[in-house]
């Protein structure tokens, strides 16, 4: 297993729920830049103070949205 899908696991092996902004680009695999620009505006985060999480499921979803369809 990759380093990039660690982070969506918790440390028992269970799914999480929501991802911190620092690693959500790496869920999806693209660049904090792509993220802030593509994605950031699309979904939806929890912000508490400085902290700010992802929701997994808001993240997937953002992914199939725009997945193309092949030809």
Known sequence: MTDRYRVVRVEDG???????????????????TSFEKYVGPEVRCVRRG?????PVRDLEGWLQRNAERPL
């Open 14 to 32: 269970a799914p999480c729920l929501a991802v911190q902004h620092k690693d959500a680009p790496d869920v999806l695999g693209m660049g904090k």
């Open 50 to 54: 400085k902290m700010r999480v992802y």
